[in-house]
């Protein structure tokens, strides 16, 4: 969930800055964008490279702390490989 919404944040803050040097939304064009990849990567490696750094030490930054609160809250019980895969399958196909 945590990475979802890093991947969500990122995609939000590209249209942030991508909308005003092209004057149309990356939600519009997704298809488009793909053909102005790397004009993306090196305009925000170029003058966003900041941006980018924080997002990803916030989310990182998130991740350890979701994991450690996620380590000390609950005590997992030993669960058979079947029974684990029998719930990764289900989970799975109910995202899917």
Same mark, same amino acid.
């Given at each position: 969930?945590?990475?979802? $919404?890093?991947?969500? #944040?990122?995609?939000?803050? $590209?249209?942030?800055?991508? *909308?005003? &040097? $092209?004057?149309r939304?990356?939600? &519009?064009e997704? %298809? ?5 990849? &790397? ?7 170029r003058?966003?490279?900041?941006? /980018? +750094?924080?997002? *990803?030490? $916030? %989310?990182?930054?998130? +991740? @350890? ?7 000390k809250? *609950? ?11 029998? #719930? *990764? /399958?289900? @989970?799975?196909? /109910? /995202?899917?």
């Amino acid at each position: 969930m945590t990475i979802s $919404v890093a991947v969500m #944040i990122l995609i939000l803050s $590209v249209v942030f800055f991508y *909308f005003p &040097e $092209v004057n149309r939304h990356m939600t &519009e064009e997704l %298809v488009m964008t793909l053909e102005d990849k &790397e004009f993306i990567i090196r305009y925000s490696l170029r003058y966003y490279w900041w941006v /980018l +750094v924080l997002i *990803f030490s $916030v %989310v990182a930054l998130t +991740v @350890v702390k979701v994991f450690k609160y996620i380590n000390k809250k *609950f005590n997992p019980q030993p669960v058979s490989l079947l029974k684990n895969v029998i #719930i *990764f /399958l289900s @989970v799975f196909f /109910l /995202l899917f």
